[in-house]
């Protein structure tokens, strides 16, 4: 995780949900499946996996800066501590919880995506749990640093919280920075789920575009920020998934399935459950040029209404 001062960010988060929201499904596509190396999923226990989740949604929300996410899942006396290697030489530094989300509320963050590949998990009496995790952090789809994360979580009321948070940082070799698409590609959903509609916007060229369906194409950083606003806004609880990726020709296309309750500003309170796709054209600096979203409109309306 990540905290500027330090280079390095952390935050966490709650919903079980997430675990499986902004995260890509299990793909069908060979594309998919040729970007994912052959590992072998460790058996986890019912508790095991609990506690893998809630790091695991504890990490997507690190990269979406969800401060209110975080204040429900850790305790008033939480600590992080940050170890950071720089030109050779180590720093560390102890915050609390509460001054890190100060710091969060004044400057202007850019997402990133946390993933651990390594997980040891020990539990205490079903009541403590000790979490070591070996993890690359990306930003738009090419790694930064390798971060060994600690946490150290206690149950109450039968929810697992956090009480300490620490990890190193260790920079990334400047020749191993490699652009990856199915990385971006899982950031990108992440954005979406993040309320924070310039997130999804900085996926994008400063002059690349959105159209969604046959609407007039966004274009442009504010532009495209106006419309993952009017879905953020209009579905409050909204999940998008990767489900996959696509090549055709010099285009690819990310699959994607969202979920919602549309309770925003009048709002007809109804889930809604559609799946589409976006066709991406990348510019040279591996940022989205131009994206042409395609979802069934009439489907969509139709869950709008409850009919």
């Known amino acids: 995780m990540k905290y500027t001062h330090l280079n390095s960010i952390c935050i966490l988060f709650f919903f079980p949900i997430f675990l499986l929201s902004c995260q890509p499904k299990p793909g069908n596509s060979d594309a998919t499946q040729a970007a994912a190396p052959e590992t072998t999923e460790p058996t986890w226990t019912q508790e095991e996996a609990e506690i893998k989740a809630a ?16 204040d429900k899942v850790v305790f008033d006396n939480t600590n992080l501590g940050i170890s950071s290697l720089k030109d050779g030489d180590w720093s560390s530094s102890v915050i609390t919880i509460y001054d890190y989300f100060e710091n969060v509320k004044n400057r202007i963050p850019l997402p990133y995506c946390e993933i651990i590949s390594d997980y040891d998990i020990l539990v205490s009496e079903s009541q403590m749990a000790f979490v070591r995790g070996d993890a690359i952090v990306h930003r738009f789809g090419i ?18 919280k956090f009480l300490n948070i620490s990890f190193t ?9 490699k652009f990856d698409l199915e990385i971006f590609a899982r950031s990108y959903a992440q954005a979406w789920c993040s309320k924070r509609p310039e997130f999804v916007a900085s996926y994008f060229a400063k002059d690349g575009s959105l159209q969604v369906n046959k609407g007039a194409a966004a274009r442009g950083t504010a532009e495209i920020t106006k419309v993952a606003k009017g879905f953020m806004d209009a579905f409050p609880d909204m999940i998008v998934t990767m489900d996959s990726l696509v090549p055709i020709a010099d285009k690819t296309r990310f699959h994607w399935t969202l979920t919602g309750t549309n309770t925003g500003p009048n709002g007809t ?7 589409g796709f976006e066709e991406w054209i990348l510019d040279e600096n591996q940022f989205i040029k131009e994206s ?14 409850g009919l």
């Open 55 to 70: 790091v695991d949604n504890l990490l997507i929300a690190a990269g979406n800066y969800d401060l209110e996410a975080l």
């Open 143 to 160: 790694p930064q640093t390798r971060e060994i994360n600690h946490f150290t979580l206690l149950k109450e009321n039968g929810i697992w």
């Open 169 to 177: 940082v260790n920079p990334i070799a400047e020749e191993k920075k």
């Open 269 to 275: 309170g109804n889930k809604v459950k559609i799946s």
């Open 292 to 305: 042409k979203g395609n979802f069934d409109e009439e489907d969509y309306n139709k869950q709008l209404e």
